[in-house]
């Protein structure tokens, strides 16, 4: 089988359809981002100016909050709310208010102080309060001039308002701060800066564009991205049901492994090389030769060998083969032995017994004799196994 490389086109498809553009936090954007596109939602920040869509949004977002806030006093968010120099940035879907965030930018001072932040109770972790946050930081720069938030977080926002950019260590300078927004002995104060440049609220394209960009430069730098067709193991079988091979498959053979940097020099790299695979693939008689003494002398004659000798009967256990994906038993480690095609190292045959071990162990509880037999079995084989192997060294030296 030739190792095939993939066109420049097809590499091209292969990259832009494998690059991963969206993690939950811009898909969420995303979302929220079309549907205020298509105008079935809208953000908007009003202030007590008497017009009345704007008083009845008012009213909704207070109760919001009353719900939300049951430490604050209504009488305060009322009067927060009300007060002139405060405004409230909302989202609104069909006329309803969903949730919004009250704050008072001091101008002179270039910082906003959030008073409040609420989600409707059966809206929340949909991505509202991100987005609501999003707009209010590019507003407050872009409309009021603002470089900062500060904030008096009660300790179940603290979270949330950490993943919106908040931190506990406050950086403005105290005396920007301190006298104009209230102590507030029950909350602490966060802070966010709000950057100079950042599209808020249209993050999610810049962290697409930033994936691509990161992409490309990996692109340039490895091969990462081609992907080569697999051996075909359903052709190459003669013995399906024990997966032995037609002929022993090289290394080399496998598509992409020398382009992925990997050369035959490395081939042996194995605690057990002296019983592997000679440089031509063909299984070591050796191998094939201990392999059998320790099924057979060993694994088959014990007191123990018995639950493991052939496949497990689904008429047994019905629901075994939903719960044992990759089922194993001595009867085709044996095929795969005497095939000579299939345990081209002795790692390969280890790696057979010890699944058989652990799904035994997974599908039988520890008080059945099944459990029991594969724990002792298992025992006896890595014991039998490493006296092979030593006894081997031994005799070469
Ligand atoms: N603590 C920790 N994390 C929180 C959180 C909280 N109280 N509320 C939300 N989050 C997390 C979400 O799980 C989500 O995390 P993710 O991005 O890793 O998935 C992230 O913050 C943003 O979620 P989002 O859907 O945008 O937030 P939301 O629409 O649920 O609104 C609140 C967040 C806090 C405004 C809303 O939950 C709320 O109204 N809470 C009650 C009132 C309140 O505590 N207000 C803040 C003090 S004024």
């Known amino acids: 089988m030739q190792g095939l ?203 697409r564009r930033q994936r691509q960009a990161i992409d490309e430069k990996i692109r340039e730098l490895s091969n990462c991205h081609i992907v080569y067709p697999g051996i075909d ?31 035959p020099d490395e081939w042996g790299h194995s605690r057990f090389k002296y019983f592997n695979a000679s440089t031509d693939g063909t299984v070591n008689p050796k191998l094939t030769g201990f392999m059998l003494s320790v099924l057979k002398q060993a694994m088959l004659a014990h007191a123990d060998g018995w639950p493991f000798d052939k496949p497990v009967n689904v008429r047994d256990a019905p629901d075994y083969y939903n719960i044992i994906k990759n089922p194993m038993d001595l009867m085709t480690m044996s095929r795969r032995v005497e095939s000579e095609q299939y345990y081209v190292t002795l790692e390969m045959f280890i790696a057979d017994a010890r699944k058989m071990f652990a799904n035994a162990r997974k599908y039988n509880s520890p008080e059945t004799v099944y459990y029991k037999s594969s724990t002792r079995l298992e025992t006896f084989f890595s014991s039998t196994v490493q006296a092979g192997v030593q006894s081997f060294l031994h005799f070469q030296q």
């Open 233 to 263: 193991f359903q052709k190459a079988c003669s013995n399906k049901e024990a997966g032995i091979p037609k002929r022993i498959c090289k290394l080399e053979d496998i598509p992409g492994l020398r382009e992925a940097g990997w050369s």
């Open 5 to 207: 490389m993939v066109k420049d086109d097809a590499v091209k498809s292969i990259f832009t359809e494998n690059l991963q553009t969206h993690g939950a936090y811009c898909a969420r954007e995303e979302g929220l981002k079309r549907e205020e596109e298509a105008g079935k939602i809208k953000f908007v920040c009003v202030s007590n100016d008497k017009i009345d869509e704007h008083m009845i949004w008012l009213i909704e977002l207070k109760n919001i909050f009353a719900r939300q806030l049951p430490n604050m006093p209504k009488e305060y968010i009322v009067r927060l709310e009300m007060d002139r120099r405060h405004k409230s940035v909302m989202v609104i879907r069909h006329n309803t208010v969903v949730g919004g965030i009250t704050y008072r930018p001091y101008l002179s001072q270039k910082f906003g102080e959030i008073a409040f932040c609420a989600i409707a109770p059966n809206e929340q972790v949909k991505g509202y309060g991100t987005r609501l946050m999003n707009h209010l930081k590019q507003r407050a720069r872009d409309v009021d001039g603002l470089t900062h938030f500060l904030t008096y977080a009660d300790n179940n926002a603290v979270g949330y308002f950490i993943k919106q950019g908040f931190s506990k260590d406050i950086f403005l300078e105290k005396k920007l701060w301190h006298g104009y927004i209230k102590d507030n002995d029950g909350g602490i104060l966060m802070e966010c800066k709000i950057d100079p440049k950042f599209p808020y609220t249209d993050l999610s394209t810049m962290i």
